[in-house]
C-alpha cells in the first residue's frame, strides 16, 4: 500500500503563487508516476500535471507555463508550484501516485489519492 498525504493549501490573491506538497510512504518503491488532479464544486476531477518515472511532464492544457510538477524521488516527495493564480483554478487539489505491484509480465496496476487540500483564489 501507499499513502499519500498533501499539504500547502490555502487562500490567494489572482496572480498569486502557493506550492502545494505531497508525502508519500509506504511501499514507494513500487510507484512509478506521481503528479495531481483537482476537481472544483459540480465539476470531474481532471489532471493537472503528472511526471512519469522514466518520461517527461505532462500537464494540463490550463496549467501549462504556470504549474510545474516536481518529483523529488528521493524524499519520496511531490511538489505542485503554482504561478499566476487564477479564479478558475479554485478548486480542492489532489496528490496522485501510481503502482505496480508483483510480476513484469503481468502487473497489478493501482492508483492512490491523497485526501485533498483546497486552494481558493479570490480577490
Known amino acids: 500500500q501507499v499513502q499519500l498525504v498533501e499539504s500547502g493549501g490555502g487562500l490567494v490573491q489572482p496572480g498569486g503563487s502557493l506550492r502545494l506538497s505531497c508525502a508519500a510512504s509506504?511501499?514507494?518503491?513500487?510507484?512509478?508516476?506521481m503528479g495531481w488532479y483537482r476537481q472544483a464544486p459540480g465539476k470531474e476531477r481532471e489532471l493537472v500535471g503528472t511526471v512519469t518515472m522514466h518520461g517527461g511532464p505532462n500537464y494540463a492544457d490550463s496549467v501549462k507555463g504556470r504549474f510545474t510538477v516536481y518529483w523529488d524521488n528521493a524524499k519520496n516527495m511531490v511538489y505542485l508550484q503554482m504561478n499566476s493564480l487564477k479564479p478558475a483554478d479554485t478548486a480542492d487539489y489532489y496528490c496522485h501516485a501510481h503502482a505496480s505491484f508483483g510480476p513484469i509480465e503481468a502487473p497489478q496496476e493501482i492508483d492512490y489519492w491523497g485526501q485533498g487540500t483546497q486552494v481558493t483564489v479570490t480577490s
Open positions: 509506504g511501499r514507494v518503491y513500487s510507484i512509478n508516476a
